[in-house]
């Protein structure tokens, strides 16, 4: 309980200051964060941020098609190499 009164004190109080501090400090904020967000080196680490992401990206789908290649060798052996094309419930064990 003691959480959302902080939560809601919290949102009550920032709404109150951003109104009283108005259409220009707006302005003001949003002028900066456009002039940090065109920063070279802002550009140049979300460039980074994104090749990292890829890689991972890559990493992760490399690591399920190498599961799911090992899970079908599995299943392919346990059915006699894959030589039943379309084997009933009893033949696969269940």
């Known amino acids: 309980m003691r959480f959302?009164?902080?939560v809601v004190s919290?949102?009550?109080?920032?709404y109150v200051?951003?109104?009283r501090?108005?259409?220009e400090r707006?302005?003001?904020i949003q002028r900066w964060w456009r002039s940090f967000t065109g920063s070279?080196?802002?550009q140049q680490m979300a460039g980074r941020g994104k090749e990292l992401a890829g890689?991972?990206?890559r990493k992760g789908v490399?690591?399920?098609q190498r599961g799911v290649s090992k899970v079908g060798s599995s299943v392919r052996d346990r059915l006699g190499n894959g030589q039943v094309e379309n084997p009933t419930a009893q033949e696969i064990g269940i």
């Open 55 to 57: 890689e991972a990206g």
């Open 4 to 6: 959302r009164i902080g």
């Open 21 to 23: 501090a108005g259409r």
């Open 17 to 19: 200051l951003g109104t």
């Open 26 to 28: 707006y302005q003001q």
């Open 10 to 14: 919290g949102a009550v109080a920032g």
């Open 62 to 64: 490399d690591a399920v």
């Open 40 to 42: 070279p080196q802002v």
